[in-house]
């Protein structure tokens, strides 16, 4: 069992910055590849970012590449998301979860069975 919790969500200007971080229960935290994904209202919760359980790979939807950087810190138990240069459709409550199905895509919400409650994210122009 993982129980994860975000923080770091707020309000900013559209150019600026926010860090997001998930804190991660459980002595297994590196066996688990960690994803961050968005649901903004009326939307389907869309994939942003996975990162490999070592740190050594990471993955992003085209929507954020070069924007925003995926790491992890498994001494901390803790996966962050680096967002630069937010725009407003970048306006989402974010999530994390821990992914512990191998056969579907990082990109794919089941791939993933634990979740944490999410924080906002409102970019304003």
């Known amino acids: 069992q993982v129980q994860l919790i975000e923080s770091g969500g707020g309000l900013v200007q559209a150019g600026g910055s926010l860090r997001l971080s998930c804190a991660a229960s459980?002595?297994?935290?590196?066996?688990?590849?960690m994803g961050w994904f968005r649901q903004a209202p009326g939307k389907e919760r869309e994939f942003v970012a996975a990162i490999h359980g070592s740190g050594g790979s990471t993955y992003y939807a085209d929507s954020v590449k070069g924007r925003f950087t995926i790491s992890r810190d498994n001494a901390k138990n803790t996966v962050y998301l680096q967002m630069n240069s937010l725009k407003p459709e970048d306006t989402a409550v974010y999530y994390c979860?821990?992914?512990?199905?191998?056969?579907?895509?990082?990109?794919?919400?089941?791939?993933?069975?634990?979740w944490g409650q999410g924080t906002q994210v409102t970019v304003s122009s």
């Open positions: 979860a821990a992914r512990t199905t191998l056969l579907l895509p990082y990109s794919s919400t089941a791939s993933y069975n634990y």
């Open positions: 459980g002595r297994t935290f590196s066996s688990y590849a």
